[in-house]
């Protein structure tokens, strides 16, 4: 690829990238016609898993953008694919105590697995995604659970969110409270990790080479794309910002403002 607007196909962050909170940034309508004309396939991949994928396209609909489920890739199914391919296909497939929303619950049940409640015990996974109904009990039993040998799985690492009110705190601040209290490092599924874009580039079949990742930020969105090979735009709408460069030992391949650039440029 000789620039951003060479892609064939596109993994696409979505917070930071498309919105802030509940506000749409600004040039998300005409980016998605930019790529419907062009005919480039796409995949959302997010690292938030609080909410399911059908709720990530009820979302878009309201900013005027039809997408469909094939279309996006949470942190939470990804995570849940995860899960399956370790057992191997043995059955069953286990007990997990969540931490997480309606993402993050859809995703393990659908995948068979049976979610515990508060204060029980015998979990074979912890899992811990972003929970807006986060609690002490929740986080009490999940550290009962990982000290008693359950693996500890985080979705994703992002210590920080962006939100319509500000840069509020992320699924990682939470992973790293669990960590100190157990003394157990999560294993991490979400980006920069190459699971879900690996997973992403298996649903859309295209060349590595011309897929291009497009995100907000580079410890996560840009890292994730060099571990998996993978070219990168990221865009300046999120929370990285141009001085977080320097003194970095990798990089995107391009830098753009926002989405709107690209836009122009496909």
Not at 47 to 62: E, M
Not at 72 to 81: D, G, K, M, W, Y
Not at 190 to 204: D, F, S, T, W
């Amino acid at each position: 690829m000789n620039s951003p607007a060479d892609l064939a196909a596109a993994i696409i962050d979505m917070d930071g990238v498309l919105w802030e909170g509940s506000r749409a940034l600004p040039g998300i309508g005409p980016f998605f016609e930019a790529l419907r004309a062009r005919g480039i396939p796409f995949v959302l991949a997010t690292n938030n898993a609080s909410r399911t994928p059908d709720q990530y396209v009820d979302k878009l609909g309201d900013f005027g953008v039809s997408v469909t489920m094939r279309e996006v890739l949470t942190s939470a199914q990804a995570t849940a694919a995860y899960l399956t391919q370790r057992r191997n296909g043995a059955p069953p497939p286990g007990r997990v105590f969540a931490i997480g929303e309606d993402g993050v619950r859809q995703a393990l049940t659908e995948a068979g697995y049976e979610l515990l409640g508060l204060y029980e015990r015998g979990a074979d996974y912890v899992v811990c995604g972003m929970d807006r109904g986060l609690s002490w009990d929740k986080l009490a039993t999940a550290t009962l659970n990982i000290r008693a040998g359950a693996a500890f799985i985080g979705t994703n690492p992002d210590v920080t969110l962006p939100s319509e009110h500000g840069t509020t705190h992320g699924n990682g601040a939470i992973l790293a409270a669990l960590q100190t209290a157990t003394g157990v490092a999560p294993v991490i599924i979400g980006k920069p990790e190459p699971i879900m874009y690996q997973q992403a580039l298996a649903r859309l079949g295209s060349d590595p080479a011309r897929t291009l990742v497009i995100g907000d930020r580079l410890e996560t969105d840009i890292l994730g794309a060099v571990r998996a090979g993978l070219p990168s735009l990221l865009v300046l709408s999120g929370i990285s910002r141009g001085e977080d460069l320097a003194g970095r030992d990798y990089g995107p391949t391009w830098v753009l403002p926002s989405i709107i650039e690209l836009t122009t440029a496909l």
